[in-house]
Every structure is written in structure tokens, then in C-alpha cells.
Antibody
Framework: QVQLQESGPGLVKPSETLSLTCTVS?????????WGWIRQPPGKGLEWIAI???????YYNPSLKSRVTISVDTSTKQFSLRLTSVTAADTAVYYC???????????????WGQGTLVTVSS | QSVLTQPPSVSGAPGQRVTISCTGT?????????VHWYQQLPGTAPKLLIY???NRPSGVPDRFSGSKSGTSASLAITGLQAEDEADYYC????????????FGGGTKVTVL
């Protein structure tokens, strides 16, 4: 059974950096899947942040690309999200997820973490 | 505003059939890329409901079905049940500049 668990501070001050870690169990980050981050502001819809493959290929949401960094540690089965210069608009539930890639193009997320709420406030 | 357009809400009585549309453009659904659907119950993470336009993961009831035509896709729920009251999101791929993964804006299904 694949499981993902997000962890990190629940409160971040404006202009600072949001850092979250996702711990994977029941699978290896080096398996044939992609992995990613998605967020959901309170009462709003889902927004894709980034998706990556263990070989280093990473794709970012263009609207967040300049502020996002993804790092991976396959030995500890963890990957991380860093989002810099946060504002109140970055307040959201952040999810990590596993993604299957399709033969032609595209991805879908099949396993999700439970999500963690990050509030940006002074 | 989402690249994939969904109706904000749909409703139906128990036992009825409801459909949720997901309208895209020639750079995503219209380009032939697959559409996937998620169900999000209140306070929980999204759950994969349909992948590859019309495939159900193990454990998803056959009351849920997906279809795609042209620049749009649809999720149908037949025999609507109270437990189906949730938010539903479509997901696809966009080949335009840096688009990649795109979600629809979400549809709230209310069981009357």
C-alpha cells in the first residue's frame, strides 16, 4: 500500500520561505513513477505546483516556477518543496502525490498524502 | 480562472443521473490528451475516480463513468447516492507554453 505523508511548519511569515517534506512508504521514489506537489487554498480548487522524475526531470507550474524548488533524497524516500517569498495568497493545504505518466503525454496522480495546511501570516 | 472549465455546481435527487462537464481547448483535451477525474469529500484529499478518460481504479463503483469528445469530457454518476455529495475535479495535460498539468475549477455535487 503506497502512502505519502506531508510534514512541515503550519505557519510561515510573509516574505519567508515555505518548506515541506513528503515521506513515501510502500514504494520507491526511484520506481517508474513521477512525484509531485499540489495545493488547494481554503475553499478553492486544486492548483498543480510541480512534478518530477527521480532522474532529475522536473516540470513547474509557470506561475510559480520562479519561487519553487524541488529536492529529492531517494535514500530516505523523501522529497521536498521550497516556496520562497510567500504571501497570504500562498495559504493553502499542500498535498504531495504519486503520478503515473502516459504513453503519449500527461500525468495523473493516483496516490495522495492527506495534506497539510500552511498559513502565511505574521 | 482555470484552463479547464467545469460548472460550479450540479444537483440531483437520490437515484438520478448527473453529469459534470469539463471543457478545454485545442491545446489540451482537443489535442487528444487524456482526462482524469477526482472526487474530494469534505476535509479529505482528492481520490482518483477515473483515469485515461474512462477507466475506473479498483474499488470505484461502476456508477461512475467518464467519456471524452472533441474539446470536452464528462463524468457521469448514475444512481446518485448521498455519499456522492462532494467536489469533483477534472485533470488533463496542456501542451501550451509550460502548461503541463492542469486542473478544472471543480464542481460541487449536491444530493437533494
Amino acid at each position: 500500500q503506497v502512502q505519502l505523508q506531508e510534514s512541515g511548519p503550519g505557519l510561515v511569515k510573509p516574505s519567508e520561505t515555505l518548506s515541506l517534506t513528503c515521506t513515501v512508504s510502500g514504494d520507491s521514489i526511484s520506481s517508474g513513477y513521477y512525484w509531485g506537489w499540489i495545493r488547494q487554498p481554503p475553499g478553492k480548487g486544486l492548483e498543480w505546483i510541480a512534478i518530477f522524475y527521480h532522474s532529475g526531470t522536473t516540470y513547474y507550474n509557470p506561475s510559480l516556477k520562479s519561487r519553487v524548488t524541488i529536492s529529492v533524497d531517494t535514500s530516505t524516500k523523501q522529497f521536498s518543496l521550497r516556496l520562497t517569498s510567500v504571501t497570504a495568497a500562498d495559504t493553502a493545504v499542500y498535498y504531495c502525490a504519486r503520478a503515473s505518466s502516459l504513453a503519449v503525454a500527461g500525468y495523473y496522480f493516483d496516490y495522495w498524502g492527506q495534506g497539510t495546511l500552511v498559513t502565511v501570516s505574521s | 480562472q482555470s484552463v479547464l472549465t467545469q460548472p460550479p455546481s450540479v444537483s440531483g435527487a437520490p437515484g438520478q443521473r448527473v453529469t459534470i462537464s469539463c471543457t478545454g481547448t485545442s491545446s489540451n483535451i482537443g489535442a487528444g490528451y487524456d482526462v482524469h477525474w477526482y472526487q474530494q469529500l469534505p476535509g479529505t484529499a482528492p481520490k482518483l475516480l477515473i483515469y485515461g478518460n474512462n477507466n475506473r481504479p479498483s474499488g470505484v463503483p461502476d456508477r461512475f463513468s467518464g467519456s471524452k469528445s472533441g474539446t470536452s469530457a464528462s463524468l457521469a454518476i448514475t444512481g446518485l447516492q448521498a455519499e456522492d455529495e462532494a467536489d469533483y475535479y477534472c485533470l488533463s495535460y496542456d501542451s501550451s507554453l509550460g502548461g503541463y498539468v492542469i486542473f478544472g475549477g471543480g464542481t460541487k455535487v449536491t444530493v437533494l
